[in-house]
């Protein structure tokens, strides 16, 4: 089986948080804040970095302007779409999911919904 779990703030005070990890028994993988600039400036006093960029339009800009570019190209192509119903489906179930979870204050199944 697996757990997943979801922390969301829209509203942080350091801008739009987005952080994702991943632990395993053979690795991990980190999906870091992306921020103005990558410097980071470490003293004695203590360590600074840039804040995340504080919209998720400027954070994901380039994401969906390549999405976009991709449905295009299938459909102008008679391709297959990268994403299909059955994607969108399974991100409304799993939003749904998470709104139940809030709503109820218990873990929600996905095979709840389904």
Same mark, same amino acid.
């Given at each position: 089986?697996? @757990? ?8 942080? +005070? ?8 991943v ?8 999906? @870091? ?28 800009m ?9 449905? +295009?190209?299938? +459909? ?7 994403v ?9 179930? @799993? ?14 199944? +996905?095979?709840? @919904?389904?």
């Amino acid at each position: 089986g697996a @757990l997943g779990v979801i922390d969301n703030s829209r509203q942080a +005070v350091y801008g739009y948080d987005q952080r994702a990890e991943v632990f395993g028994s053979a690795g991990a993988v980190e999906a @870091l804040n992306k921020t103005p600039h990558n410097t980071r400036h470490s003293t004695a006093a203590g360590v600074q970095e840039a804040k995340p960029l504080y919209f998720f339009l400027e954070r994901y800009m380039d994401a969906y302007v390549i999405e976009l570019q991709s449905f +295009v190209d299938a +459909v102008a192509q008679d391709q297959p779409t990268p994403v299909t119903g059955a994607d969108g489906r399974a991100a409304t179930v @799993l939003g749904l999911a998470a709104w139940r979870s809030y709503r109820e204050q218990r873990p929600v199944k +996905v095979a709840e @919904l389904c």
